[in-house]
């Protein structure tokens, strides 16, 4: 029962949640048994013009319905056999409008590095673009999307370029051996202690998403992943 399992999660330190912006219902199911909003995420088409302006706008008016602290965007994905340089061009140039109208808003607008390989977020290289050319854009740092995408680029070179854009944070591990497979927060091989001691060490005071997509038992071993990031913060 989705009221039982938030009670639970808000018992175990659990308290807030990140949802897509077109999941109204639940989300106002959740927050009314007392979970709070971290981030609200959904993709943006910005390679297709109509409709990704028909998007930009539902996420907005969700946003402002639900009060959210922050917009993370997913960018379309490289279609295939692209001029990737100009798809780039394309994506940018909806990103800094869409960042621009939220901030207008009031909205903190995040992307974050993407799991899926074919993501202009999956690699280090297109993403430092993106914040060149938009100053307002933050980064969601996610511990382990570039290790699943393998492309071979690595987090910790994304959390030194990136550190000054940091406004969100998701954990998840993966075993060393399987790059998109499961591993309980603290029990893979991606650095999450590290990031999370150096981003609270240098004043970082807001959320860590605990992503533990893959276990067997999603909420029991959120628990866990609860129980060690707080030793990891004490």
Same mark, same amino acid.
């Given at each position: 029962?989705? &009221?039982?399992?938030? !009670?639970?999660?808000?018992?175990?330190?659990?308290?807030?949640? $990140?949802?897509?912006?077109?999941?109204?219902?639940?989300?106002?199911?959740?927050?009314?048994?007392?979970?709070?909003? &971290?981030?609200?995420?959904?993709?943006?088409?910005?390679?297709?013009?109509?409709?990704?302006?028909?998007?930009?706008?539902?996420?907005?008016?969700?946003?402002?319905?639900? !009060?959210?602290? *922050?917009?993370?965007?997913?960018?379309?994905?490289?279609?295939? $056999?692209?001029?990737?340089? @100009? &798809?780039?061009?394309? =994506?940018?140039?909806?990103? +800094?409008?869409?960042?621009?109208?939220? @901030? @207008?808003?009031?909205?903190?607008?995040? =992307?974050?590095?993407?799991?899926?390989?074919?993501?202009?977020?999956?690699?280090?290289?297109?993403?430092?673009?993106?914040?060149?050319?938009?100053?307002?854009?933050?980064?969601?740092?996610?511990?382990?999307?570039?290790?699943?995408?393998?492309?071979?680029?690595?987090?910790?070179?994304?959390?030194?370029?990136? *550190?000054?854009?940091?406004?969100? +944070?998701?954990?998840?591990?993966?075993?060393?051996?399987?790059?998109?497979?499961?591993?309980?927060?603290?029990?893979?091989?991606?650095?999450?202690?590290?990031?999370?001691?150096?981003?609270?060490?240098?004043?970082? $005071?807001?959320?860590?998403?605990?992503?533990?997509?893959?276990?067997? $038992?999603?909420?029991?071993?959120?628990?866990? +992943? &609860? +129980?060690?990031?707080?030793?990891?913060?004490?």
């Amino acid at each position: 029962d989705e &009221a039982v399992v938030a !009670r639970r999660m808000i018992a175990n330190g659990v308290t807030g949640i $990140d949802a897509e912006f077109r999941e109204d219902e639940r989300l106002r199911r959740l927050k009314d048994e007392g979970m709070e909003l &971290a981030s609200m995420y959904g993709m943006i088409h910005f390679l297709e013009p109509a409709k990704g302006a028909r998007e930009a706008d539902a996420f907005l008016a969700s946003a402002a319905s639900h !009060r959210a602290p *922050r917009l993370m965007v997913i960018p379309d994905n490289f279609p295939p $056999d692209c001029d990737r340089e @100009k &798809a780039l061009d394309g =994506i940018i140039a909806g990103l +800094a409008d869409f960042t621009a109208r939220a @901030k @207008k808003e009031g909205f903190q607008v995040t =992307i974050e590095d993407f799991g899926a390989a074919s993501s202009p977020c999956s690699q280090i290289a297109p993403m430092q673009r993106m914040f060149d050319s938009i100053p307002d854009l933050g980064f969601t740092i996610d511990t382990g999307n570039y290790f699943h995408a393998g492309h071979g680029d690595d987090i910790l070179d994304a959390f030194r370029l990136f *550190r000054a854009r940091i406004r969100h +944070a998701h954990l998840k591990d993966r075993p060393a051996a399987a790059p998109q497979g499961y591993a309980p927060l603290g029990q893979g091989a991606l650095p999450n202690e590290r990031i999370v001691r150096e981003l609270v060490a240098e004043g970082y $005071d807001g959320w860590f998403t605990l992503e533990e997509h893959g276990a067997k $038992d999603i909420a029991a071993a959120t628990y866990a +992943a &609860a +129980a060690v990031l707080r030793c990891w913060l004490a």
